[in-house]
């Protein structure tokens, strides 16, 4: 089996590369934001690092008429809540130490989530930091809908599952929108 601390390692790696070599992506990945799945409110997130940006997709999902939210983690071992967002509302960081909504924003639940990765295969398993918080997260909302956003060179031929993990219904990266059968 394949070692997912060995893998995540190889896979910041190849993200920091392709973060180099596309600084477009991001900006190439919200033209196709038509193709997403319809949803009233979509949970994007503050991109971490070399995660590919979601501010793009946001304000071309705003310009698409769509409410947004983000994800807050409120304790370290329990799913993230969402609160809602447009850009440009203040943020603070939360416990894991992500910008999020501040507590009086009102309390949402997506009906698609976007979330970031470190890789992902065509089977729609995603391979995330490790942390368990998106895992835990899509069990608790099993109607919403769950995309990864990504670059295209993030594609993997296969990644190892844990009876935790759960999958994505489709990727969204710079060169359109792809979703998983």
């Known amino acids: ?5 060995e893998l995540r390692a190889a896979m910041r790696a190849e993200r920091r590369r392709l973060a180099a070599l596309e600084p477009g992506a991001a900006a190439r990945a919200a ?5 997403l799945p319809v949803a ?3 949970a994007v997130y503050h991109a971490i690092g070399t995660e590919l940006d979601a501010l793009p997709l946001a304000r071309a999902l705003l310009e698409a008429g769509r409410a947004l939210c983000l994800p807050v983690a ?23 130490g992500v910008p999020g909504p501040l507590p009086l924003a009102e309390a949402v639940v997506p009906d698609l989530i976007l979330t ?9 398993w995603r391979l995330g930091q490790g942390g368990g918080h998106y895992d ?3 069990a608790a909302t099993p109607h919403a809908v769950r995309i990864g956003l990504a670059y295209a060179g993030q594609e993997v031929a296969g ?4 009876a935790h993990d759960v999958r ?14």
């Not at 033209?31 to 193709?35: G, I, L, M, Y």
């Not at 970031?116 to 729609?124: H, I, N, S, V």
């Not at 990644?159 to 844990?162: A, G, I, T």
């Not at 994505?168 to 059968?181: K, N, S």
């Open 116 to 124: 970031p990765l470190l890789a992902f295969d065509a089977r729609g």
């Open 168 to 181: 994505l219904h489709g990727v969204l990266t710079e060169v359109g929108y792809r979703p998983f059968e």
């Open 40 to 42: 009233g409110l979509t």
């Open 31 to 35: 033209r196709h934001v038509a193709h």
């Open 159 to 162: 990644l190892p599952v844990e």
């Open 74 to 96: 409120v304790d370290r071992d329990g799913p993230m809540i969402f609160r809602r967002w447009t850009p440009g509302d203040p943020l603070e960081a939360d416990p894991a």
């Open 1 to 5: 089996m394949i070692d997912k601390r």
């Open 136 to 138: 835990r997260t899509f």
